[in-house]
Nanobody, 114 residues
Framework: QVQLVESGGGLVQPGGSLRLACAAS????????MNWYRQCPGKEREWVGL???????LYAVSAKGRFTITRDNTKNTMWLQMNNLKPEDTAVYFC????????WGQGTQVTVSS
């Protein structure tokens, strides 16, 4: 079955960096675009960015210039490198793949605070 497992979250000071990972299984990873979403406290889940199966990327305005999405199709893994983190980046971060249905990971908490 399709499984997405995020990791790498934690507590970081403003201006710091974190690298999240999304390990995928149960589908042909290299054939599909992969997405990152986040849900900030008290807000709806929002799209952060995506990486196409070919490696091309698109980002939300809030992520552009600070976040970088990469993938390794040989490892069935996607990463989200987050730099210059701000308190408003505090959220649970999810990876998602749209197959016939949308599949989500369980999320990983990122807290940006001094």
């Amino acid at each position: 079955q399709v499984q997405l497992v995020e990791s790498g979250g934690g507590l970081v000071q403003p201006g710091g960096s974190l690298r999240l990972a999304c390990a995928a299984s149960g589908f042909h990873f290299s054939a599909f675009a992969m997405n990152w979403y986040r849900q900030c406290p008290g807000k709806e889940r929002e799209w952060v960015g995506l990486i196409m199966n070919t490696g091309g990327t698109l980002y939300a305005v809030s992520a552009k210039g600070r976040f970088t999405i990469t993938r390794d199709n040989t490892k069935n893994t996607m990463w989200l490198q987050m730099n210059n983190l701000k308190p408003e980046d505090t959220a649970v971060y999810f990876c998602m793949v749209q197959l016939r249905d949308a599949y989500w990971g369980q999320g990983t908490q990122v807290t940006v605070s001094s």
